[in-house]
């Protein structure tokens, strides 16, 4: 009797990959897939700055590697988070872009 819980937008075929958030970062509110693009984003050191944490955050957009491309990339504008609160659909879950680049060679080649 009390099931029919239906989630908003589910059910549109499996071909949709959903990113979700794994690593929220509660600084800036941006949404990871993964630690290293977590991290990327975070610049800084501990210990500097006038409270001993130098880190901060940047624009997930913004953030280059060592040879000035992007670092990062957008797993998908349709992720969800459910470390926020309350959480999210429809976010923006950024991956390391080195990284999708291989998944993509991996899915071309299946
Ligand atoms: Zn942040
Ligand atoms: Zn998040």
Known sequence: MAQGREAGGEGQG????????TYHCSECGSH?????????????EFGEGKF????FC?????VLDSTGNLRLTPLSVEGE???????????TV???AKSLERARTKWAAA
């Open 32 to 44: 990871f897939s993964s630690l290293a693009a977590f991290d990327s984003h975070r610049q800084g």
């Open 14 to 21: 499996d071909g949709m990959r959903t990113a979700t958030c």
């Open 58 to 62: 940047e624009e997930p957009e913004d």
């Open 81 to 91: 988070c459910r470390l926020a609160r309350p959480p999210k659909v429809g976010v």
């Open 52 to 55: 001993g944490d130098g880190r």
């Open 94 to 96: 950024w991956t390391d």
